[in-house]
């Protein structure tokens, strides 16, 4: 499980450049709409990662209706 979010980590970091690259305004017309088509398949990934996530907090808040909202802890914590 601990994978995943290295994976929706490194697409968001891709489309993050993706964008500057963009924005920029150096790339071609192909290339832009290479990157926007890559782009796209990005964004469907994050999200796609993103409801998977959501799913597993429902699951796991069914489980004990009575649980308490809680911060996530910082990743350099653990």
């Not at 994976?7 to 993706?18: P, R």
């Not at 290339?31 to 990005?42: P, R, T, Y």
């Given at each position: 499980m601990a994978s995943k979010a290295p994976?929706?980590?490194?697409?968001?970091?891709?489309?993050?450049?993706?964008v500057e690259r963009m924005e920029s305004g150096d790339l071609t017309l192909e290339?832009?709409?290479?990157?926007?088509?890559?782009?796209?398949?990005?964004t469907r990934e994050?999200?796609?990662?993103?409801?998977?996530?959501?799913?597993?907090?429902?699951?796991?808040l069914d489980q004990d209706p009575n649980a308490e909202p809680a911060p996530f802890e910082d990743r350099d914590e653990q």
């Open positions: 994976q929706l980590e490194e697409a968001l970091d891709s489309l993050e450049a993706l290339e832009s709409l290479a990157a926007f088509e890559q782009g796209v398949k990005l994050c999200q796609q990662a993103l409801t998977r996530a959501e799913q597993k907090v429902r699951i796991l």
